[in-house]
């Protein structure tokens, strides 16, 4: 099951958001509040830093923070608005270093470290589809700081929010991948490179480099220079710099 964000109430999601601006609404009903929500969310992003999306429960915030799964209630309505709550906060606390003294493709790669260490320290946001934004002032904030690498660049506001897209959704890919590799290394207790040898004699005993010639050539190089059949990290530096040589024909125009 795929978690997607803005998944609850939108009204009551907006108010819990941006309760700092409004005012934290009083409870309606239940106990009196002995915890902030921000204690909440906290608690939720630790939880699911060590243990995953699939551990944040209700339930199991309750137990990090000593509380009945009840009183959870009368902090947020359910999972669905605390993960809006929970990816706000972690935007909230990306880096916003400053980007006007820097070239452009030093300004564009900043902020595609920044979002790759972010996926890197918090992989779950990697599992919740984003489609429907949490309009939140993490993401606003978030969005007005990276807008600011394409700013003085002669591109209009449609290229420059598009060109940013571009940049941020390449790197959720190349980090998903990252993810993944790490993932299956720790889950078979095996590097790459081991696994690659491990199955290398079947593969060598079923595979014709007459018949794949092209395959064969350029796995092979691959593979030597990997240490295994890809490389995230090699991935992201040529997939980067691939976008900022492209990008680099819509600012000379």
């Known amino acids: 099951m795929v978690e997607r964000s803005s998944a609850g109430d939108p009204g009551r999601t907006l108010e819990l958001l941006w309760r700092h601006e409004l005012g934290e609404r009083p409870p309606q009903r239940g106990p009196r509040k002995g ?36 009183s959870m209630y009368t ?6 608005e605390l993960l809006d709550l929970m990816l706000d906060g972690i935007y909230q606390r990306m880096p916003r270093e400053p980007l006007a003294h820097l070239p452009w493709r030093e300004r564009v790669a900043l902020v595609a470290a920044q979002n790759r260490q972010l ?3 918090h992989p779950w946001a990697l599992k919740v589809s984003t489609s429907r934004p949490p309009l939140g002032p993490g993401l606003i904030a978030k969005y007005e700081h ?12 449609v290229h420059i929010d598009q060109a940013l897209t571009l940049v941020l959704d390449f790197v959720q890919a190349a980090a998903r991948s990252e993810a993944e590799a790490e993932a299956a290394q720790r889950d078979s207790a095996t590097t790459d490179e081991q696994w690659w040898r491990a199955n290398e004699p079947i593969l060598a005993a079923v595979f014709d480099p007459a018949k794949y010639p092209n395959a064969a050539r350029i796995g092979s190089a691959g593979g030597a220079e990997y240490r295994g059949p890809s490389s995230p990290g090699h991935a992201y530096d040529f997939g980067l710099q691939r976008i900022l040589d492209g990008l680099e024909t819509l600012v000379g125009d």
């Open 35 to 70: 915890l902030s929500i921000d204690q909440v969310v906290d608690a939720a992003i630790v939880l699911a830093d060590s243990d995953g999306l699939a551990a944040v429960t209700m339930r199991r915030v309750a137990e990090s923070l000593g509380v009945s799964t009840m």
């Open 75 to 80: 902090y947020v309505p359910g999972k669905a």
């Open 119 to 121: 996926y890197r320290r």
């Open 146 to 157: 990276e807008l600011g690498a394409f700013l003085d660049l002669g591109l209009d506001d």
